[in-house]
Every structure is written in structure tokens, then in C-alpha cells.
Nanobody, 117 residues
Framework: EVQLVESGGGLVQAGGSLRLSCAAS????????IGWFRQAPGKEREGVSC???????NYADSVEGRFTISRENAKNTVYLQMNSLKPEDTAVYYC???????????WGQGTQVTVSS
């Protein structure tokens, strides 16, 4: 059974930090690029960051310099370290896995991040 399980969300004050984890199982992790997306109430889902199987990261302009994505292929896990959090970072954060070969994708269930001002 394929699973992407996010964890690490919660409530934090502005300026604080959280680390999200995405634990994958049921597919060949190394074949997939892993990304984090977020969706705030009333807004469309947007890409936050992604990382290739060999560890090359990309970031949305809104989080560049504050968020860091990393992956441990041996543990089938991707992390998103979020620092200097802002109220506008409040959203449900989703993990996404996309296979390089054909674009086949999986989604996690999401984890809530709430940043209070």
C-alpha cells in the first residue's frame, strides 16, 4: 500500500520554527521527486519546495531563505525545516511524490501549520 504520511505541523508564533516530515512507503522512493505544497483557506494549492532524488532543491520565492528541504533516501523521508515563520505561512501542508519517468504522482493527507501573530 502506498503511503505518504506528513507530520510535524502545529501552532507556532510568528518568528518560530517547525520541521515537517514526509514518510513514504509502498513505492520506490529513489525514483520520485518529492515536493511540499500548501493550501490556505480560500486559496489555491501552491508549491512550496521540492527536491530531486539526488538532493537538488527548489523553493518558491515566498519561502526562499527561510525554508530548507532535505531528504534521507535510506529512510524514505523528506523534511521541510521552516524558520522565521509568518502568519501568511498558515496552511495545510501536503507532501507530493512525482515519478521522474512518467509524472505519476501520490499525495499525502496533509498537516496543519498555524502561525499566530
Amino acid at each position: 500500500e502506498v503511503q505518504l504520511v506528513e507530520s510535524g505541523g502545529g501552532l507556532v508564533q510568528a518568528g518560530g520554527s517547525l520541521r515537517l516530515s514526509c514518510a513514504a512507503s509502498g513505492f520506490t522512493f529513489d525514483d520520485y521527486e518529492i515536493g511540499w505544497f500548501r493550501q490556505a483557506p480560500g486559496k489555491e494549492r501552491e508549491g512550496v519546495s521540492c527536491i530531486t532524488s539526488d538532493g537538488s532543491p527548489n523553493y518558491a520565492d515566498s519561502v526562499e531563505g527561510r525554508f530548507t528541504i532535505s531528504r534521507e533516501n535510506a529512510k524514505n523521508t523528506v523534511y521541510l525545516q521552516m524558520n522565521s515563520l509568518k502568519p501568511e505561512d498558515t496552511a495545510v501542508y501536503y507532501c507530493n511524490a512525482v515519478r521522474r519517468l512518467d509524472g505519476h504522482a501520490y499525495w499525502g493527507q496533509g498537516t496543519q501549520v498555524t502561525v499566530s501573530s
